[in-house]
Every structure is written in C-alpha cells, then in structure tokens.
C-alpha cells in the first residue's frame, strides 16, 4: 500500500470512542484527543473519492478530513473546538470528517 511506507497506513491509524473522550490518530500526519462533551453534532457524509489521507479542508472553518477510504466517512462538529497536531503543528478542529469502517454503529455509539 502506499501509505505503509510513510507510517500511515492501516497500522498507525486509530479511530476510538470511550466514555469520555474520542481519540483519533493517523501516524506522525495527525492526532487529536476530543472530549465526548464537544462533539454536538454526527453526520454521515457521502464517500470522497478524491481524497484519503489527512487533509484541511477549510482552515477558516478549522475542518478536517482524517481518512483511510473513500468511504464510510462521518463528520463531526465540535463545539467547543478541539485541538490537536498535524505533524509538529497544533491546529485547532471545529468539524472532522472521518473515515470509519462501521460509521453506522459510529454514529449510533454516539447517541446525540
């Protein structure tokens, strides 16, 4: 895959949800640890075909996309924003978009 050689394939990502924080994690590219309390808003968005990786999609809006797939993406807005790095840079996200492999289920643990 292409992604393996610069760590940031399947075994350097992480998408997980506990009781109070959710952690996401795509190798050195991006990381984040977002309290379950900010997260106000998830929606399932239709499948980017143009885009797999750690992207900024508006920095005005602090939105990111932090995807493996194409598919099975969910956004998330966060209220109040959350931080998190790019590489060695802090940012600042106010909407995730993820890329999930049960986003359904996702969405459903949740409970918003």
Do not use: C, Y
């Not at 790095?85 to 643990?109: H, K, M, N, S």
Request: proline fraction near 6%; charge should be positive.
């Amino acid at each position: 895959m292409f992604f393996a050689p610069l760590l940031l394939g399947e075994r350097h990502a992480e998408v997980s949800l506990t009781d109070g924080k959710l952690r996401v994690r795509m190798g050195w590219a991006f990381r984040a640890m977002i309290p379950r309390g900010s997260i106000r808003r998830a929606a399932r968005h239709r499948d980017v075909a143009w885009a797999i990786g750690v992207h900024v999609l508006d920095i005005r809006l602090r939105t990111w996309l932090v995807n493996g797939s194409s598919r099975g993406i969910v956004f998330l807005d966060l209220d109040p924003p959350a931080k998190g790095r790019t590489g060695p840079f802090p940012i600042t996200i106010q909407r995730l978009g993820l890329g999930l492999e049960d986003p359904d289920a996702f969405v459903r643990e949740l409970d918003l």
